[in-house]
């Protein structure tokens, strides 16, 4: 994008035909020839078993403590990913910590729909397990609003889900299991909020005792945070609302890349916008230098705008976030 910068695997025949003669005459016979009832061999319910519609046999009934344990088991890898997934401070780690959630909700699911729960219970774990399979697939869907930075912080996607009804449904179904351990939901999600600094905050500045400034104009429809790095060390980050412009004074001399982040809600202590948000950074290094001669002193003042403009004459491009400085 264009912007202005003023300054993815044998029977034989005859064998087989006896079979099948034998299978005719048994099929044949009437009801005085047949074998007596007391010397065939018993199968299925008759002989005092308990099988499946597959003639396996079905799972025992566990007990109550069993259960309990069974719970147990499936739900703590669980309430750990989820811990982790609120501690994502922003999208470098909120990838891989959905993915490791959405797994471990599956892997719940999988070993407790092998459960033959309490009678007492049956239909509240069948409604259990209807509510973790929507939990899984919840997942899924917010890695894919976190591939498209539609979200950005682990707190963000549990607040979503929260107003989505995700949290709510899943917390409900754990609690109709009235005595057994079936909560997976260990952290508790913010109310949605659009957090803003003051235009031109500075959240982080060096001694500025140079002549020059750098005036930044923020047309986009969201606020930004400009980040000033000379060398390796980021010496000036400042807020600038939308619609909005500041100058930084005092810039010293140096070449400076120029990087910004775009979005809504700024969470301070994660450092980066909890949604909708971009990272960016301008191609071109700004050079401040002050001149001296015997009669004058001369310097450079820049303006970037950090949205595109017609005739621009700074080109800028998008940046991963872990190559964002922070």
């Known amino acids: 994008m264009i912007y202005q910068a003023i ?35 018993a199968t299925g319910a008759g002989a005092g078993g308990t099988t499946s519609s597959s003639g396996t046999p079905a799972p025992a009934v566990l007990t109550a403590e069993a259960y309990r344990s069974e719970l147990e088991k499936a739900r703590g890898p669980v309430r750990d990913a989820l811990r982790k997934l609120a501690a994502a401070d922003g999208p470098k780690s909120l990838d891989g910590r959905l993915e490791r959630a959405s797994t471990t909700v599956n892997d719940a699911v999988t070993r407790l729909a092998e459960l033959t729960p309490p ?15 929507r939990f899984a697939a919840a997942f899924d869907t917010a ?36 005595g057994y351990p079936a909560d997976v939901v260990p ?10 600094l003051p235009n031109g905050r500075y959240i982080r500045s060096e001694s500025r005792t140079g002549r020059g400034y750098l005036e930044l104009r923020n047309g986009n429809r969201q606020d930004a945070v400009v980040v000033l790095v000379r ?12 619609k909005s412009k500041f100058k930084v004074r005092g810039v010293r001399d140096g070449s400076y890349k120029v990087y910004y982040t775009l979005g809504d809600d700024w969470d301070s202590r994660a450092g980066t916008f909890t949604r909708s948000c971009a990272f960016e950074r301008f191609e071109k290094a700004l ?4 001149t001296y001669t015997a009669t004058q002193i001369s310097w450079k003042n ?3 705008t950090l949205n ?11 940046v991963k976030p872990g190559d964002f400085p922070t």
Request: proline residues 5%; glycine residues 6%.
């Open 7 to 41: 300054v993815g695997q044998v029977t034989t025949p005859r064998l087989l035909s006896c079979v099948v003669i034998t299978a005719l005459t048994l099929c044949a016979c009437t009801a005085g020839d047949r074998e007596p009832a007391a010397d065939r061999p």
């Open 119 to 133: 009678t007492e219970v049956g239909t509240a774990h069948d409604a259990y397990l209807t509510a973790l399979r």
């Open 143 to 178: 890695r894919q609003e976190a591939q498209n930075q539609e979200v950005c912080t682990g707190p963000a996607v549990l607040t979503r889900m929260e107003r989505e009804d995700e949290l709510p449904a899943v917390r409900e179904a754990a609690s109709s299991l009235t």
């Open 187 to 196: 952290v508790k999600a913010a109310a949605q909020r659009t957090r803003r």
């Open 231 to 242: 060398g390796k060390k980021k010496v000036v980050t400042v807020y600038v609302r939308k």
């Open 287 to 290: 050079r401040f230098r002050t």
């Open 302 to 304: 820049w303006t970037l």
């Open 308 to 318: 595109p403009v017609i005739g621009g004459n700074a080109r800028s491009r998008r």
